[in-house]
């Protein structure tokens, strides 16, 4: 049993950085697959990142390559979402998830989820 929770939301100037994070309870995070999803008013919630248990492996998706990076501190049980040079179309509520299946980047692959933190991009 994981039980995830998000922080670092807030609003920001369009071209402004924000870092996710997300705190996970339990003995076994290290041995799970996370990943970032977001979703926004009206629309369906879409795929932002992904990193494996071990950190070696990352994947993005390519609405945010270049701006936004994952990575994870397994000593801290967390996962991060750095996100740069950020637009109005990054508004959105930001999921973390955990998982056990390797890059996964469908929502029905993860099994645990927080209760999001709100990301405003003003422009």
């Known amino acids: 049993q994981v039980q995830l929770v998000e922080s670092g939301g807030g609003l920001v100037q369009a071209g402004g950085s924000l870092r996710l994070s997300c705190a996970a309870s339990?003995?076994?995070?290290?041995?799970?697959?996370m990943g970032w999803f977001r979703q926004a008013p009206g629309k369906e919630r879409e795929f932002v990142a992904t990193?494996?248990?071990?950190?070696?492996?990352?994947y993005v998706a390519d609405s945010v390559k270049g701006r936004f990076t994952i990575n994870r501190d397994n000593a801290k049980n967390t996962v991060y979402l750095q996100m740069i040079s950020l637009k109005p179309e990054d508004t959105a509520v930001y999921y973390c998830?955990?998982?056990?299946?390797?890059?996964?980047?469908?929502?029905?692959?993860?099994?645990?989820w927080g209760q999001g933190t709100q990301v405003t991009v003003s422009s």
């Open positions: 998830a955990a998982g056990q299946k390797l890059l996964a980047r469908a929502g029905y692959e993860y099994d645990y």
């Open positions: 339990g003995r076994t995070f290290s041995s799970y697959e």
């Open positions: 990193i494996s248990w071990t950190g070696g492996s990352a």
